[in-house]
């Protein structure tokens, strides 16, 4: 009986082992998931608006090349700061050539532009090229604070 016994012990000894070490793992995954959520979302910083605002203003400063990221640093954006953005987007595609119309403030407080020549109507007809050049400049720009600032201009109305 004694060799029995030693063996179901053995046996519930190695059952608490695997036990515990399941445990162990478990507590680590767990610690680990938080650590991830905690990596991804943006940190807690006093110059991160509230809510979902202060998210898309985490991320737009975490993807922010230097320029915009001067304009994001404080976590808002005022008209003059999207203003210059939108100046710097629009010099920048004319220094590639492409001819720009604007800017001009719109009626619900937004800075309009459009580009390309102007046609015999005084229309701006679409130019894929321009619109590339554009683009690129948007981006690199812009386009984060654009975003910031329509997302604090939706906020307050």
């Known amino acids: 009986m004694t060799t029995l016994d030693g063996v179901l012990q053995s046996i519930v000894n190695r ?3 695997f036990a515990a070490h399941r445990v162990v793992r478990g507590v680590v995954a767990a610690v680990a998931f938080v650590g991830l959520i905690a990596a991804a979302s943006p940190a807690a910083d006093e110059n991160l608006p509230p809510g979902r605002l ?4 985490g991320r737009a400063q975490d993807a922010a090349n230097e320029f915009q990221g ?9 008209f003059d700061e999207y203003r210059r953005a939108v100046e710097a987007t629009l010099r920048c595609a004319r220094d590639k050539g492409v001819p720009v119309v ?3 403030l719109s009626s619900d407080g937004y800075l309009e ?6 046609d015999d109507d005084g229309d701006v007809p679409a130019d894929a090229i321009a619109l590339g050049e554009l683009n690129g400049c948007w981006v690199e720009f812009s386009r984060l604070v654009e975003e910031v600032w329509d997302a604090q201009r939706d906020q307050l109305t």
Not at 54 to 57: A, F, I, M, Q, S
Not at 113 to 118: I, K, Q, V
């Open 113 to 118: 532009y459009s580009y390309g020549a102007l």
């Open 102 to 104: 604007g800017p001009s």
């Open 54 to 57: 202060g998210v898309l203003v």
């Open 70 to 78: 001067e304009i994001l640093a404080d976590g808002r954006v005022d």
């Open 15 to 17: 059952m608490r082992t």
